[in-house]
């Protein structure tokens, strides 16, 4: 079974996490959500308190096949001052895993910390102006070898969608899904 860990950083988007957890997990994909701060409970951007499976920090070693990394203006703020975070998605991006920003995150935690590594992405509003790696691309969704960005809120069951079909290598099962709640996938 795929295992996905989802990095929540106090201010993190809440409907872009909740919903790329639900999806994943309805589709059977095992999802970890990880708190990157002292404590497993962690806030929210509209102040909604939501505790984690564990922590960053108690699983700064495990291997996950795709980490998934919410925006929020001061949840992606927060993922990309932290060295664990750093650390921990250079390490999987090193190993061809899956790296997965939503909204902020792909500029923010990705081109704040030269992660994006050349590589085509789409972030929210015009933070992409402040990126002077990688190669903005303006759609809902962009892969780009192991990277797949999402724009933000409006489109992240498309987010979700790309990423469970990359995961199970098979969008069969994921458009069988998408009918089944209705989403024109």
Request: glycine share 8%; net charge negative; charged share 20%.
């Amino acid at each position: 079974m795929k295992k996905v860990a989802v990095l929540l950083a106090p201010g993190f988007e809440e409907a872009e996490a909740i919903v790329t957890i639900d999806i994943l997990r309805r589709l059977h994909i095992d999802v970890e959500t990880l708190a990157c701060a002292e404590s497993r409970a962690v806030v929210s951007y509209h102040d909604i308190p939501m505790v984690t499976d564990s922590t960053l920090a108690a699983r700064l070693e495990t291997m996950y096949d795709a980490v998934v990394l919410p925006g929020g203006p001061q949840g992606s703020v927060n993922l990309a001052a932290s060295d664990a975070v750093v650390q921990f998605i250079a390490r999987h991006d090193a190993a061809g895993k899956l790296i997965c920003p939503v909204c902020s995150a792909a500029a923010r935690v990705l081109g704040g910390n030269g992660l994006l590594k050349g590589r085509r992405y789409v972030c929210s509003g015009d933070l992409w102006q402040n990126v002077t790696e990688g190669e903005y691309i303006d759609a809902p969704v962009v892969e780009d070898g192991n990277l797949i960005s999402g724009k933000g809120l409006g489109h992240i069951f498309d987010f979700a969608f790309a990423v469970s079909a990359r995961l199970l290598e098979d969008d069969a099962p994921v458009r069988d899904h998408a009918e089944h709640i209705y989403y024109p996938w």
